[in-house]
């Protein structure tokens, strides 16, 4: 079913703009449409109508949404994705009472210029990893001890894609979604800052090029895993030994001095293996945890610094020309996303993320050129 065409078109529409299938906290099934006069909540004995206007909070988590109004607090629960789209299409409702004053600021923060809706873009993925290899209760400040070469080697590899889009599938991306905000053609600057917003990235390469020979030192520490060497079969020996002796007593010397010399040499070459494993992994590990708590702090700052006069430049173009019904979506799936995480297998939501890197940015030491 998933596969099907018609299906897959019907339940992207329902994740652009509702109706929204979902449950009450009760069981009870529920169908939510946002329309110009407000939410609407129908199912058996139940017909709501809640004015966004009466909207105090939205909270979200994967799978349960809470929305307390002025007269009513009530919960709705379903798949992860719909409660996001659901969220997403009600803070967009809220953002459409903006004044023709807010649209600047408004703009500002759409094109990615607050939260750090670009850092976590960018390095979202490599803080995923980290999470993941700490395990439960993980603490994205605290550096990674113990591997997991499974889970390494497959996150590496997803980051290093990862890093190939943000490199050559990003910029365009970016234009896209601008021109998007934009009534009527596409204007040329959009291309320009294409051009500009490309190589104001390329900096992400250097981190790249660091996972891609983490990645090779991991491919290597996995082969020479104990494990996988070849084993000594004294099965063999022992058989080998007994005919021996039958033919001649002098043989059971030799074969026992065989035996002893294999076995010797299976154990020293698996002491070798475990001891190179070993200093090989403290390396990586240390590589890792470097990268993560210093490298990638010290490359986000590079990063702002290049492409924040490309996106105030755009943001400034935009509020000219934006429509406010773009710039209220675009606003709100931003401002959704970063309180969901990306998967769920992730335990810290996107917010978190930046808000980490952010404050790691923050305390890199201040060089002091006083000699100069």
């Not at 019907?10 to 069981?27: C, H, K, M, N, V």
């Not at 004053?101 to 408004?106: E, V």
């Not at 923060?109 to 390095?123: M, P």
Request: net charge neutral.
């Amino acid at each position: 079913m998933r596969e099907h065409a018609k299906i897959r078109a019907a339940a992207e529409r329902t994740l652009a703009s509702g109706i929204f299938p979902a449950e009450l906290s009760d069981g009870r099934p529920v169908a939510l449409a946002c329309t110009p006069d407000g939410l609407r909540i129908r199912g058996p004995e139940t017909g709501v109508r809640i004015a966004y206007t009466s909207i105090r909070s939205i909270e979200g988590s994967p799978g349960r949404l809470r929305l307390t109004s002025e007269r009513s607090d009530l919960t709705v629960a379903g798949p992860p994705e719909l409660i996001q789209a659901l969220h997403v299409e009600l803070r967009t409702r809220g953002h459409l009472d903006a004044g023709p004053g807010q649209i600047p600021d408004m703009v500002r923060a759409a094109v990615g210029l607050e939260e750090d809706y670009l850092l976590y873009t960018i390095f979202g993925p490599f803080y995923e990893l980290h999470a993941a290899l700490l395990g439960e209760g993980a603490d994205l400040g605290r550096p990674v001890t113990e591997p997991d070469a499974a889970v390494f080697q497959v996150g590496l590899t997803e980051v290093q894609r990862h890093l190939d889009q943000v490199a050559h599938v990003l910029p365009a991306f970016i234009r896209q979604r601008d021109a998007l905000l934009v009534t009527g053609p596409e204007p040329a600057w959009l291309k320009s800052d294409e051009t500009a917003l490309r190589a104001a990235l390329a900096p992400v390469q250097r981190a790249a090029a660091e996972v891609g020979q983490l990645a090779a030192q991991v491919q290597r520490l996995i082969d020479l895993d104990p494990a996988e060497l070849p084993k000594v079969s004294y099965g063999g020996a022992a058989v080998s030994l007994g005919a021996a002796a039958l033919v001649n007593p002098v043989f059971a010397v030799s074969g026992l001095s065989q035996a002893y010399a294999a076995r010797s040499q299976g154990d020293q070459r698996r002491n070798q293996a475990t001891a190179q494993s070993a200093r090989g992994w403290a390396t990586v590990l240390d590589r890792w945890n470097a990268l993560v708590g210093t490298g990638l702090p010290v490359l986000s700052y590079v990063i702002t610094e290049n492409v924040f006069p490309l996106r105030w430049s755009a943001a400034r173009r935009l509020a000219e020309t934006a429509a406010l019904p773009g710039v209220a979506r675009r606003l709100a799936a931003l401002d959704v996303l970063r309180r969901y995480p990306s998967g769920p297998g992730v335990p810290f939501r996107r917010g978190e993320i930046a808000d980490h890197l952010r404050a790691a940015r923050d305390r890199l030491p201040a060089p002091r050129f006083a000699d100069f």
